[in-house]
């Protein structure tokens, strides 16, 4: 079993659906409205846990009702919650439309307690940190405390992941601390300036994270499947007929970076994250659509 440890936000995901987004000004009926575990950091922890992996997750909280529901989620998928309580702010929150036809959405993050996580939250966890296989993080809380946490790991020889989700910009020196970094096609273009609609742009935007330091880019590319560096195209696996895709994509880095910490390859943690991603999709919901590790042997056989 690999040990990860995971920088992130958890927050209450609100998810409504409707036929399309309303204009503003306007009010629509939806079809359905649901409230659950979400965040990306939080979803990456859970996807994790569930692949197999010895999963610590540390963020901060509010002192609410959100903040059970964390830890009851938490609890569920195994995952080791290193949660600074924060009364004085919130347990965060998303708004998430989902369009009723195809599944795709749009969100809303209020990030709350997590958005005071600071270098010195890594820092009272740096034996945690340096005691891993793997250390992830995102860019949904502090940009400051992402950055610490990647320098205790790379300063530990920690295997190191950024998901560079929201898309932002990044400070100098943030991309060489990472031995991983797995955008998106909206954030490979934020990143890179590369606007990625086919396999030679995935390249590109691959060439120019190597540029700036990143040992191997991945590029997720939604129903293709992901651009490892060095392999091409590792293609998606259809697990079933979609049903909303929030979450794909913590899916993804979650059993990758569980498959990295046991010490498969570079491209057979691929194929485990896109089977990982590929089952979650056939699930409402972001946290409880995460598969169970016998489900993503079984379609990796």
């Known amino acids: ?39 990306k950091g939080s979803n990456q922890a859970v996807a994790c846990a569930r692949s197999g992996a010895e999963t610590h997750f540390v963020t901060r909280l509010g002192t609410d009702d959100f903040a059970k529901m964390a830890s009851e989620i938490w609890d569920d998928a195994g995952v080791v919650a290193h949660a ?28 709350g307690a997590a958005a005071h996580i600071s270098p010195a939250d890594l820092d009272a966890q740096a034996d945690l940190i340096g005691g ?12 400051d405390a992402a950055f610490r946490g990647l320098e205790l790991a790379r300063a530990a020889g920690v295997t190191t992941i950024l998901n560079p989700a929201p898309a932002a910009d990044l400070p100098d020196g943030l991309l060489a601390l990472c031995d991983y970094v797995t955008p998106n096609e909206p954030e490979a273009e934020a990143l890179t300036g590369i606007k990625g609609v086919t396999l030679d742009d995935a390249e590109r935007a691959a060439k120019a994270l190597r540029a700036r330091g990143v040992s191997t880019p991945l590029i997720t590319l939604g ?9 091409g195209l590792v293609p998606s696996i259809q697990a079933g007929p979609v049903v909303e895709t929030t979450g794909a994509g913590d899916a993804f880095n979650g059993g990758f970076a569980c498959a990295l910490a046991e010490g498969q390859t570079p491209l057979d943690a691929t194929r485990w994250g896109c089977a990982t991603a590929g089952l979650s999709v056939t699930k409402a919901g972001t946290a409880p659509s995460m598969p169970q590790r016998a489900d993503i042997d079984e379609w990796i056989k």
């Open 223 to 231: 129903a293709r499947g992901t651009y490892l560096h060095g392999h």
């Open 1 to 39: 079993m690999g040990r990860v440890v995971i920088l992130g936000v958890f927050v209450a995901d609100t998810t409504y659906r409707a036929e399309r987004m309303p204009r503003m000004g306007e009010t629509l009926l939806g079809q359905s409205f649901a409230l659950g575990p979400g965040g």
């Open 84 to 111: 600074t309580p924060t009364p004085e702010s919130y347990t965060g929150a998303a708004y998430i439309f989902v369009e009723d036809a195809t599944g795709d959405n749009a969100i809303i993050i209020a990030p």
């Open 132 to 143: 891993a296989d793997v250390f992830m993080t995102q860019l949904e809380q502090p940009m």
